[in-house]
Structure formats: C-alpha cells, structure tokens
C-alpha cells in the first residue's frame, strides 16, 4: 500500500508539500523553509511538463531531485539572503543599537560638540564622538546612553 502511494507520487503531491511548507515558513517564520517549499514546487512543475513522461523519473528519481534542489536553494538562499546578525548575549534582545556595532558608515550631521547623526539601515542614530565633519567616514565602537560611539574609520 505505501509502495503504491509512493509510485503515484503526481504534480499535485509536490505542489501540496510546497505550499505546506510556505505556509510554515509564515507560521514560523525562519528563512528556511521556504526554500524546501520552493523546491517541492519546482519538481511539482517539472512533474507537470513532458519531462516526467521519461522512464527515468518514477517516485525515486522525484524524491533525489527534492533533495538535491532543496540543498542548493538552501545554499544559494543563504549566500543571496543573508540571515542579520542574531543577538548572542541576552542583554542585546532588546536593543537595536548593539547590532551596529563594529559597522561602518558616513557620517550625515557632523559631530559638533561631541554629537552628529549618522544613517545605518533606513534609520538615522544619533552618535557621540569627536568632532568631525559630515561626510567622513566612521566606525561604531559602542553603544553609550543611547547612542552610537564613533571613531574614525
């Protein structure tokens, strides 16, 4: 009975498998099960076509070809999407500015008095440090009282 449900193994298996897995990429959402759901897809679609029409591409060959798609999407999504840093230490859950530190930028505002402004992702943070003049670049030492420390990078 397994035998037979698996020499069945149609498009329609894989498009269910794929779209399983995307709405468990939503549910718990990692970057990782995508990439299995879009393999399971694409053999879907390969099953679909006249490629599966071939002697060579009973149930065993489907699942070969998952296997060996799914590692290079989750190769190739990896190197293309890559995962932000995640927090290590505890402290940092909860606080955006850690993840810049060691980044680097151009500075927007000058330093001026010990303070400027510098843009890193889509957000602008206010930054200490020692006078400098807008456009150079610099580097994020720390995180102080809510913002950035800066030196010249």
């Known amino acids: 009975m397994i035998q037979q449900a698996l020499a069945e193994i149609g498009p329609w298996f894989w498009f269910v498998a794929g779209l399983v897995l995307l709405i468990g990429e939503v549910l718990i959402p990692a970057t990782f099960l995508v990439w299995f759901g879009i393999a399971a897809l694409i053999i879907g679609t390969l099953t679909l076509t006249g490629f599966a029409d071939v002697a060579w591409w009973p149930w065993q060959a489907q699942l070969v070809a998952f296997a060996v798609l799914s590692f290079v999407m989750v190769f190739v999504g990896r190197k293309v999407f890559p995962s932000s840093r995640a927090p290590t230490d505890p402290t940092e859950l909860n606080s955006p500015l850690n993840r ?54």
């Open 100 to 153: 810049w530190v060691g980044s680097e930028a151009t500075l927007q505002e000058p330093i001026v008095d010990g303070v400027g402004r510098v843009k890193l992702g889509d957000t602008t943070w206010r930054v200490v440090g020692a006078d400098t003049e807008a456009g150079a670049k610099v580097r994020v030492t720390s995180v102080k009282d809510g913002a950035l420390q800066v030196e010249r990078a």
